[in-house]
């Protein structure tokens, strides 16, 4: 499986830092000035913070050529901000996720059930009650993240399958990350990995974050789906 790991900042692409300079700095003093600045772990996350960063995203024509990490670190960051959720380790765990499993791959390729390993939480289950002690800190990462994109990202998908079907509602789903998320944060390894905190304040988070998320896409964002 893939796992997520934090510091989107860590996977930019050169195209990435250009962006960054050229949407926050007018002069090439000020160019000049920024990029001494990008070797500071901690001042580029201040960087990252700045509004402008955003509203590039929003209207550059840039943007598609710019990393999933960058587009969903920035688009995360200043959606949770904007509703109080100010951890910046929430945000990066989020956009992480996000960028991996978050936007289609091709236009022919924008349908949530292809990026995704199953639709339906009872898999998870399954595979939970047959699986050892090691495996189980994945699958709960796994469902968790799985159901993190499809809440976020993919809302409307989930009421119109629940309307057909007679799915569970989006509701349910937020649920499942939120429970999965807390039965990964309490596993042995998410210590030994350094994640146990971090799991424990996105579960924390993650009803006002998933709504928060829900209105950028659909005020701003077109994910195909």
């Known amino acids: 499986m893939r796992f997520p790991r934090p510091g989107c900042w860590y996977r930019f692409t050169s195209a990435d830092w250009q962006f960054i300079r050229d949407a ?21 996350r201040m960087i990252l913070d700045h509004p402008k960063l955003f509203e590039a995203l929003l209207v550059s024509r840039q943007a598609a050529f710019l990393s ?19 951890d910046l380790e929430v945000a990066d765990y989020i956009a992480v996720v996000c960028a991996d499993f978050g936007l289609p791959a091709t236009a022919e ?36 993240n799985q159901f993190l994109v499809l809440t976020s990202l993919y809302p409307d998908f989930l009421r119109r399958r629940a309307a057909r079907r007679g799915a569970p509602d989006l ?20 210590e030994e990995f350094a994640l146990d905190d971090t799991l424990a304040h996105v ?23």
Do not use: W
């Open 24 to 44: 926050l700095a007018l002069t090439q003093r000020e160019k000049e000035s920024l990029v001494s600045l990008l070797d500071d772990p901690d001042t580029v």
């Open 68 to 86: 999933p990490e960058l587009f969903f670190y920035v688009t995360v960051r200043h959606t949770l901000k904007r509703v109080g959720v100010d």
């Open 109 to 144: 390729q924008n349908l949530p059930e292809r990026k995704l390993e199953s639709l339906y939480s009872i898999d998870y289950i399954t595979a939970l009650e047959s699986a050892g002690s090691h495996e189980r800190f994945f699958i709960h990462v796994q469902c968790a």
């Open 171 to 190: 509701e349910f789903y937020e649920q499942v990350v939120v429970s999965h998320l807390e039965a990964a944060g309490k596993h042995a390894l998410a």
């Open 203 to 225: 579960a924390q988070s993650f009803p006002p974050a998933r709504r928060a998320m829900n209105h950028t896409v659909r005020e701003y964002l077109s994910l195909g789906a």
